[in-house]
């Protein structure tokens, strides 16, 4: 039987108020579309989502929630250089 590798991802997502919401998921497609419904978090009910700016892959769900973590502890200028590079 061919058992399909299960991949977990980061994400940020830039909102309609210029703010980052950061999360992971199983599937990107499908977290975004429940965040767009307002399904997915109470801070994306209130601050809408506009698009994913920052994807990251991992094999484990583990790894993807400590990046989580890491992301969400980094300042909003922290969080840019991550998302744009030098260009922030």
């Known amino acids: 039987m061919d058992k399909k590798e299960k991949h977990y991802f980061t994400y940020i997502i830039l909102t309609e108020r210029n703010t980052y919401y950061c999360g992971y998921t199983d599937d990107l497609e499908k977290r975004f579309e429940k965040h767009k419904a307002g399904l997915a978090a109470k801070y994306t009910r209130a ?17 993807a929630m400590k990046e989580e973590c890491r992301i969400k502890s980094l300042t909003r200028k922290q969080k840019e250089e991550l998302i744009y590079g030098d260009k922030a």
């Open 47 to 63: 601050n809408k989502p506009i698009k994913f700016v920052y994807t990251k892959e991992f094999l484990t769900k583990s790894e």
